[in-house]
């Protein structure tokens, strides 16, 4: 950059914004003053980002319309959602059918015990998998992943 090209302005920062800064600088053995024009940099390039990919959808919003009408894109789209309906009550399907197996499992395991004790075995089968639905996407592996912990939960009941 020239010295002619420049223009020295002046800017506010808070502390905290001002110790950022340069925390930052030192990692990367540059100044206060390169290490904030840096974040300029990045902070219009990320805006010019967003200029394109907005230009860009309006585009391929563009082709699309000039292919199919509205409600062609849409009766794909509820051809889709009924599809993937269709599968998630196969799914439940199958869920229930295992679980009237797993209480048939139960009951000839169970045939020499009472039907309190049945009852009790099955309430906190239904305990556990309440727990489980409870649980968040990124929790699902490590939870079922973590025997001993399993183990411990089914136990506790």
């Known amino acids: 950059m020239k010295r002619n090209d420049r ?3 002046s800017i506010y920062l808070t502390k905290e ?13 540059i100044s206060r003053n ?17 200029q394109n990919i907005d230009f860009i959808a309006g585009i391929i919003r563009q082709e699309l319309l000039a292919v199919y009408q509205i409600e062609d894109i849409k009766a794909i789209i509820e051809q889709q959602v009924n599809r993937i309906a269709k599968m998630h009550m ?26 309190e004790e049945f009852d009790q075995m099955l309430s906190e089968a239904i305990a556990l998998g309440v727990d489980y639905m409870q ?14 912990h399993l183990r411990r939960l089914a136990e506790k009941l």
Do not use: P, W
Not at 34 to 49: A, D, N, P, S, W
């Open 17 to 29: 914004m001002c110790n950022q800064i340069d925390k930052m600088a030192d990692r990367g053995h």
């Open 90 to 115: 196969k799914s439940g399907k199958i869920t229930a059918a295992s679980f009237f197996l797993l209480m048939k499992v139960l009951i000839n395991l169970a045939h020499e015990g009472t039907e």
């Open 34 to 50: 390169e290490q904030i024009r840096r974040y300029i940099e990045k902070g219009l390039t990320v805006e010019g980002y967003t």
């Open 7 to 9: 223009i020295i302005t």
């Open 135 to 148: 649980k968040k996407d990124f929790q699902i592996n490590s939870f079922l992943q973590d025997s001993v």
